[in-house]
C-alpha cells in the first residue's frame, strides 16, 4: 500500500493566512488608504439617508431666489433693502436673524448706516465673516488689514476654554486660519454676534462636516452657526472642551454639541433640498409671508436662485444649497441631535477589525467552506446590524469597511487555503493510490478524503492471499528476463481482477500478492467482493495459461485463501517509512489458509467466518474440513470455493457432504469409502486427501488434519 501519505489540515497555513490578512487591513486603517476611506465615506452617506429625522422646526429661510431677483434687481441689493429685510423680521417676531452672505466692503455711507441702524435695532443679528486657510490669501490683504480684522474680531472669541476642567493650553495640532475677512466695523459693531462660515469638504468633495470652532492667533472663534444657536438659547455662555489631542465639543450653555479633534461637527441633514421652510424676500418685504414661519424662529437669510447660489456636494444631492447646509446644522445645534465620530472611535475601529480578523482566523478553519460562509456571513451581518442600530439610536458611527473587509478576506483566504489544500491533497493521493487501488476507488478517496482514515484503527475487514504453485522450479527452468516478464503479466492481470472489485493492493510479496477488501474506502460487501475477485483471478489465470502454452511457457497455478475478521488498519512502519496495511490474527489466519490449498489440492479456500457472510451467494461452496492452523489455538472450519469449469457437473457435493458427515462423526472406514469412490469417479482432489487420511494406521483427529 502506498507509502507517506500524510492527510494535511490546511488550519494552520489558513490561521497563518488569516493573521496576515487581519494585520494588513489593521496597517491599511492606522496609516490610512484613500480608497477604502472614500468607500468608508459613502456607507455612511447611506446610513444617513436612512436615518430617520423630524421635520424641521426652529429655522426658516429668507431666500434670495427667482422670485426675488425678479422683483427687487439683480443681486447683490442695496443694503438698504437689506435693512428693510431686517426691519421686516423684527416686527415679525423673528427670535435670531442670520446672514448667510457678508459684508466686507463700505457700499455708501447712507446704506451702510442704514444696515447698521436696522442690525443694532433688531438686537438679535448675526453677521458672517470667512477665514482664510491659506497663507496666500491671507498676504494678498495686506498686514494693516489682517490686524484691524484681528482687532475687530476678538470680542468675538469663546471665553472659556477648558482642558479637564481646568484652563486649556493651545498647544495640540490643530488646522489654523493664516486671516479673516470680518464685515465693515459699523456693521461688526451693530450685530449681537459675528462667526465663520467656513465650510470643508470631505476628500470626495461631500460635505460631511462643518468646523463649529477655529483656532486663530491663539484664541478660539465659534462658527456663524453656534453663534446662532447661542442668540437663539439666550445668549448663553460658550464653553470650549479640548484634550490634549484636540478639541471634545463645545457647550452652550447647558447643552454639549461633540465634535472632532479638529472641532468639526457632523451634520445631520434633514433630507434632500427643499426641506427646510423657505420664504420669499419678496413676500416678506410685500408682507404676504406666514408670520408663523417668522415668529420665534432663526431666519437665515441666504441665496438659492440658479446662478448665485452658494451650491454645495452634500449625501443628498450633488447640487445643495449651502444656506439649507447652514440651516440643517442649526437646527442640529438647537436640537442637540448630534452624529458622533469622537477621537476615541479610531481606537475602537481598529481594534473590532483586528479582533473579527483574529476571531474568525482561529474559527473559519474548524467549519466546512457552507458552515464557514453562514459563520462570516452571520459575524458580518450582526456587526453590520449593531453599527446600523448605533448610529440610529446614538448617532454614533462605527466604521463597517474595514471590518468587512476583513471578514471576506479571511473567508477567502481561508477558503482559497482549504481549496488549494485539498487539491494538492488529492493529487497526493492519487499518486500514492493510484498502483493499489482501483481508478474509481482513487477517484472517490480524492473527493472525499475523509473517507480515508489514516492512522491504526480497529475494524471487520476481508483479506485475500495467493501464491504462485511450483515458482521455485519454474524460476530455475527459464531465463531471467522470462520470468520477469512472465510475472509482470500475471501480476497485472491478478491486480487488475483485484481492482475490479473494489481490492486494494497491500503488497507483492516474492511470487504471492496480499490484498485488502473494505479498505481503504469501507464497502460492507467485502468478502462478497474478495471471493469475487478471487474467482475472477483462477478465470483470468487460465486464459493466461492458454496464451502461455501457445508461447511455450511454463504452466502456473495458485493456491488463495480468504478471511474475513477484526484487523488494525492504517499506517505501520517508522516515523521516516511506512506501509497502509493490515496486522493481526485475522490477516495471518488468511496466510494459513491459503498455504492449505497445498495439501487439499484446491485454489481457493476461505474461512468459515467468510462462508457465514457469503453462503447465500455462493451456494456450492462446501465444508471441506475443520483445522488447527499452527500458531492458532483455535479450530477453523475450511470452505472450498469451486472455481467455474473445474468439473462437468456438482451433483456428487451431496455425496460428498454425506461422506463429510461420516468423517466428523468419527466413521473414518465409511467415510474413507466414500471419499474414495467420489475422488475415482469425479477426480476431487480433496476427496483423495481424506480418503488417504482416513485409511492411516492411526486414523486422523476428528479435529482436523
Not at 463700505?106 to 446704506?111: F, G, H, K, R, W
Not at 484636540?246 to 433630507?271: A, K, S
Not at 495458485?558 to 511506512?578: A, Y
Not at 479456500?605 to 475443520?626: G, M, N
Amino acid at each position: 500500500m502506498p507509502e507517506e501519505v500524510k492527510i494535511r489540515k490546511p488550519g494552520r497555513l489558513a490561521r497563518i493566512a488569516g493573521i496576515g490578512l487581519t494585520l494588513l487591513v489593521g496597517a491599511l486603517y492606522f496609516f490610512g488608504a484613500p480608497l477604502l476611506d472614500v468607500l468608508e465615506l459613502k456607507t455612511y452617506d447611506m446610513r444617513l439617508r436612512a436615518l430617520s429625522s423630524s421635520p424641521p422646526q426652529a429655522v426658516t429661510i429668507a431666500a434670495v431666489d427667482e422670485q426675488s431677483l425678479a422683483s427687487l434687481g439683480r443681486w447683490p441689493w442695496s443694503r438698504t433693502t437689506l435693512a428693510k429685510l431686517v426691519d421686516h423680521l423684527d416686527r415679525a417676531g423673528a427670535r435670531v436673524i442670520v446672514f448667510d452672505v457678508f459684508f466686507p466692503e463700505p457700499e455708501s455711507p447712507e446704506a451702510d448706516r442704514e444696515l447698521a441702524r436696522a442690525i443694532a435695532g433688531a438686537r438679535n443679528v448675526v453677521l458672517s465673516t470667512v477665514f482664510l486657510l491659506s497663507g496666500e490669501e491671507a498676504r494678498h490683504l495686506g498686514i494693516g488689514r489682517l490686524e484691524a480684522a484681528k482687532r475687530a474680531m476678538a470680542a468675538q472669541a469663546i471665553g472659556t476654554v477648558r482642558e479637564g476642567g481646568a484652563a486649556a493650553s493651545a498647544r495640540f495640532p490643530m488646522t489654523e486660519p493664516q486671516g479673516i475677512i470680518v464685515n465693515i466695523p459699523e456693521l461688526q459693531r451693530s450685530a449681537v454676534y459675528a462667526g465663520h462660515i467656513n465650510v470643508l469638504p470631505d476628500a470626495d468633495g461631500t460635505v460631511r462636516r462643518v468646523p463649529l470652532v477655529y483656532r486663530y492667533d491663539g484664541r478660539y472663534f465659534a462658527s456663524s452657526d453656534v453663534q446662532a444657536a447661542r442668540a437663539f438659547l439666550g445668549r448663553k455662555e460658550l464653553v470650549l472642551h479640548t484634550a490634549s489631542y484636540g478639541v471634545i465639543g463645545i457647550q452652550i450653555g447647558e447643552r454639549n454639541l461633540p465634535t472632532d479633534e479638529e472641532g468639526r461637527f457632523l451634520v445631520r441633514y434633514r433630507g434632500r433640498a427643499g426641506t427646510f421652510k423657505t420664504i420669499s424676500i419678496a413676500d416678506i418685504l410685500d408682507g404676504r409671508a406666514d408670520p408663523a414661519l417668522l415668529r420665534n424662529h432663526v431666519v437665515l437669510i441666504g441665496t438659492n436662485a440658479q446662478g448665485i447660489g452658494d451650491i454645495r456636494v452634500t449625501p443628498f444631492s450633488a447640487a445643495f444649497p449651502g444656506v439649507e447646509l447652514r440651516a440643517s446644522v442649526i437646527e442640529n445645534l438647537l436640537e442637540g441631535a448630534a452624529l458622533q465620530r469622537p477621537e476615541w472611535m479610531s481606537l475602537v475601529d481598529l481594534v473590532v477589525t483586528v479582533l473579527l480578523g483574529f476571531v474568525l482566523t482561529w474559527l473559519l478553519p474548524r467549519f466546512g467552506v457552507s458552515g464557514g460562509a453562514v459563520l462570516a456571513l452571520g459575524t458580518l451581518a450582526a456587526y453590520l446590524l449593531l453599527a446600523e442600530t448605533l448610529f440610529q439610536s446614538e448617532g454614533l458611527w462605527l466604521n463597517v469597511v474595514y471590518p468587512t473587509i476583513v471578514v471576506a478576506l479571511v473567508f477567502a483566504s481561508t477558503t482559497l487555503v482549504r481549496y488549494f489544500s485539498t487539491e494538492s491533497e488529492r493529487r497526493q493521493i492519487k499518486a500514492a493510490f493510484q498502483f493499489y487501488v482501483p481508478p474509481a476507488v482513487v477517484e472517490e478517496i480524492a473527493a472525499d478524503v475523509s473517507k480515508l482514515r489514516l492512522g491504526g484503527e480497529k475494524r471487520d475487514l476481508t483479506v485475500l492471499f495467493s501464491d504462485i504453485r511450483g515458482f521455485t522450479s519454474m524460476s530455475e527452468a527459464l531465463a531471467p528476463e522470462d520470468l520477469v516478464k512472465l510475472l509482470n503479466v500475471y501480476f497485472t492481470e491478478m491486480t487488475n481482477q483485484v481492482f475490479k472489485h473494489k481490492g486494494s493492493l497491500d503488497k507483492y510479496i516474492g511470487d504471492a500478492i496480499m490484498a485488502i477488501f473494505g479498505a481503504p474506502i469501507h464497502d460492507a460487501q467485502h468478502p462478497h467482493l474478495a471471493c469475487r475477485a478471487a474467482l475472477d483471478m483462477i478465470k483470468a489465470l487460465e486464459a493466461l495459461k492458454a496464451r502461455w502454452r501457445q508461447e511455450g511457457l511454463p504452466e502456473i497455478g495458485i493456491g488463495i485463501g480468504i478471511n474475513t475478521g477484526p484487523m488494525i488498519v492504517g499506517n505501520m512502519g517508522s516515523e521516516t517509512r511506512f506501509n497502509y496495511t493490515v496486522i493481526g490474527d485475522a490477516v495471518n489466519l488468511a496466510s494459513r489458509i491459503e498455504s492449505l490449498n497445498k495439501d487439499y489440492g484446491t485454489s481457493i479456500l476461505v474461512s468459515e467466518y467468510t462462508y457465514e457472510q457469503v453462503k447465500d451467494e455462493f451456494r456450492s461452496a462446501r465444508e471441506i474440513d475443520r483445522v488447527r492452523v499452527r500458531g492458532r489455538a483455535q479450530v477453523v472450519g475450511l470452505y472450498e470455493l469451486i472455481p467455474e469449469g473445474r468439473y462437468a457437473d456438482l451433483a456428487w457435493l451431496g455425496e460428498f457432504a454425506r461422506a463429510y458427515s461420516l468423517l466428523r462423526g468419527g466413521d473414518l472406514v465409511s467415510a474413507a469409502e466414500r471419499f474414495g469412490a467420489i475422488a475415482a469417479q469425479v477426480g476431487d482432489p480433496v476427496s483423495a486427501y481424506h480418503a488417504r487420511a482416513c485409511r492411516k494406521p492411526h486414523g486422523r483427529d476428528a479435529e482436523g488434519s
